[in-house]
């Protein structure tokens, strides 16, 4: 079974929107951290947002915010005011365990495309 | 305070050639992993070191792959032969300890 789900390939959104990007995941540990990244055509990838399981409120970076549903098992994130440079690949995270260093398990990403 | 510097960018082989990577992490960070993004996919990990030591290589494919980091600090990620599926991107990431993977550039691998 999959570790990380992202169910949308690609989406296209109208600039100025706000964007949702949909991620599920599979773990039977009760300590693990949940990342976004994103990354643009240059290829490198930038950490845009986390959240631990036992953090009780949302993380929130800026225009960035993760909806996280834990008992769904979801970490959804919500981009505000989308803009053009927000075109990019999406990819959601997952470490499992309290060890800080553990790896990190990627989705396939979602490609969001920003129009003018 | 500087990135992860990896080199080359790009390398182009052909099948059954060899070839290198390197990667200098962030100063200080004692952990470096090396990540393969295949086409069209997340990056998966290859291997994690700690330090001078391995933590996890559990998916490198070590009848053709091999990384050493030498004095806890740069490290190299070998392929020998390469093969036609080894074309991808492949990532260096450091930390310091804390939630967060800092990821160079990377280098793209197009085996021929």
């Known amino acids: 079974a999959q570790k990380i789900t992202q169910t949308q390939p690609g989406m296209f959104v109208q600039e100025k929107e706000a964007v949702t990007l949909d991620c599920t995941y599979d773990?039977?540990?009760?300590?693990?951290?949940l990342f976004w990244y994103k990354q643009p055509s240059s290829g490198e990838m930038i950490f845009l947002i986390y959240?631990?399981?036992?953090?009780?409120q949302n993380a929130t970076e800026g225009r960035y915010s993760l909806n996280f549903q834990k008992a769904r098992k979801s970490a959804n994130l919500v981009i505000s005011a989308s803009q053009l440079g927000d075109s990019a690949m999406y990819f959601c995270?997952?470490?499992?365990?309290?060890?800080?260093?553990?790896?990190?398990?990627f989705g396939k990403g979602t490609r969001l495309h920003i129009l003018p | 305070e500087a990135g992860v510097a990896q080199s080359p960018r790009y390398k182009i082989i052909e099948k059954r050639q060899s070839v290198a990577f390197w990667c200098n992490p962030i100063s200080g960070h004692a952990t470096l992993y090396w990540y393969q993004q295949i086409l069209g996919q997340g990056p998966k990990l290859l291997i994690q070191?700690?330090?001078?030591?391995?933590?996890?290589d559990s998916q490198l494919p070590k009848d053709r792959f091999s990384a050493e980091r030498l004095k806890g600090v740069d490290s190299t990620l070998k392929i020998q032969p390469a093969k036609l599926e080894d074309s991808a991107v492949y990532l260096c990431?450091?930390?310091?300890?804390?939630?967060?993977?800092?990821f160079g550039p990377g280098t793209r691998l197009t085996v021929l």
């Open positions: 070191f700690q330090n001078n030591g391995v933590v996890d």
């Open positions: 995270a997952m470490r499992e365990g309290r060890d800080r260093d553990d790896k990190i398990i």
């Open positions: 773990t039977s540990d009760q300590s693990y951290g």
């Open positions: 959240q631990g399981s036992y953090d009780e």
């Open positions: 990431a450091s930390s310091w300890g804390g939630y967060e993977q800092f």
